[in-house]
C-alpha cells in the first residue's frame, strides 16, 4: 500500500510516456493522490484513460504524441527534460523555478519489470530481486510530495542495490 501524500492533492503533474508501463504506473499513482495528471506518449492509451477513470475521481488528460517532436511536445508543456543528460538539465531550471516550488529531482530506476518486459520475454528469476512499478511510484511521489519540498537537484538510485549513481 502506498504512503498518502496529501499535499499532491490538487497539484499537477506531467508524466511523459504516461500511457504504458512505468509511466501508466506513475499516472495512477499520481491520480490515486489526487493530483491533477497529463500524460504524453506515443501510443493510444484509452484503455489506460478508462481503466483509471473508474478507479479514481478525475480520469488523466492523454496526449498522442512522441516528446521528441518538439513541435508536438510545445503544443502540450512548456519545458521537460527526458532521458540522457537529464541530471545535469536539472540545475538551470532548478534556480529559474525552484522560487516558485517546482523542483527539479532525478529518478534512476534499476531494470522494472513491467508487463511490456514480461512480453519480450523476461522473466521474474533473471534476477534474485527485481523492482516493480509499485517501487518507483513511491519513490516518485515521495519526491512529489512536501516530504522533501527543500531537497533539489538530486539523483535518487532506486536499483534493489544493483543500481548506483555518482
Known sequence: M???FHDLQGKSV?????????????TDGFLAQGANVACVGRSDASALVQQVARKHATPPLF???DISDTARLTETVAEVATNGGITA???????????????????APGWVLTEN?????????V???????RDIVE??????????????????????GVVATG
Open 117 to 125: 518486459q514480461l512480453g519480450k520475454g523476461a522473466t521474474p528469476d
Open 14 to 26: 506531467f508524466i511523459t510516456r504516461g500511457g504504458s508501463g512505468i509511466g501508466a504506473a506513475l
Open 63 to 65: 496526449l498522442l504524441g
Open 2 to 4: 502506498t504512503a498518502p
Open 139 to 160: 519513490a516518485v511521489l515521495f519526491l512529489a510530495s512536501g516530504c522533501c519540498r527543500m531537497m533539489t537537484v538530486q539523483c535518487m538510485a532506486i536499483g534493489g
Open 127 to 133: 534476477l534474485p530481486a527485481h523492482l516493480a512499478t
Open 89 to 107: 538539465l536539472c540545475r538551470a531550471p532548478d534556480r529559474e523555478f525552484g522560487p516558485d516550488d517546482i523542483r527539479d529531482d532525478v529518478l
